[in-house]
């Protein structure tokens, strides 16, 4: 339970349509659950556990969070699992809370915050070829 802002975040990774049929682009996002701010977020190419532990080293620079001051939470997906986090998580002492096993709509706030996204007016219809293209 979280009683001011930057004690806990859940975070998730949606996929965005590319020109290129079966190609996504893979947005990583970073919800503070208290105000539910977006404390991150960035679009790579892939989905890695090396990106979600860059951007999550970001996040914790940017907002001077100390060590063990925040919990983590998210699904059971492998960059959520994988190596290059776990080492993240604990070189910034950030405590780890993860879903229920096999359950796929354990991160409501996540899942929420993604269909708005891509029900809104403003999400272009047409998907984008490049990073660059989509700053235009």
Do not use: H
Not at 5 to 25: A, E, H, P, R
Not at 66 to 91: A, C, F, R, W
């Amino acid at each position: 339970m979280a009683t001011a802002s930057n004690q806990v975040y859940c975070w998730d990774i949606t996929y965005l349509n590319s020109n290129v049929k079966g190609q996504y682009f893979y947005l990583y996002m970073y919800i503070d659950i208290f105000d539910k701010y977006i404390t991150g977020w960035q679009v790579f190419d892939s989905e890695s556990a090396e990106n979600a532990s860059l951007l999550l080293q970001d996040i914790y620079e940017k907002e001077y969070i100390q060590p063990n001051q925040l919990v983590i939470y998210s699904d059971n997906g492998s960059p959520m699992k994988g190596q290059s986090m776990k080492v993240m998580l604990e070189e910034l002492d950030v405590l780890s809370s993860d879903s229920r096993p096999r359950v796929s709509n354990d991160n409501p706030m996540s899942e929420s915050l993604f269909k708005t996204l891509k029900y809104n007016a403003l999400l272009p219809l047409k998907p984008f070829d490049t990073i660059q293209e989509a700053r235009e």
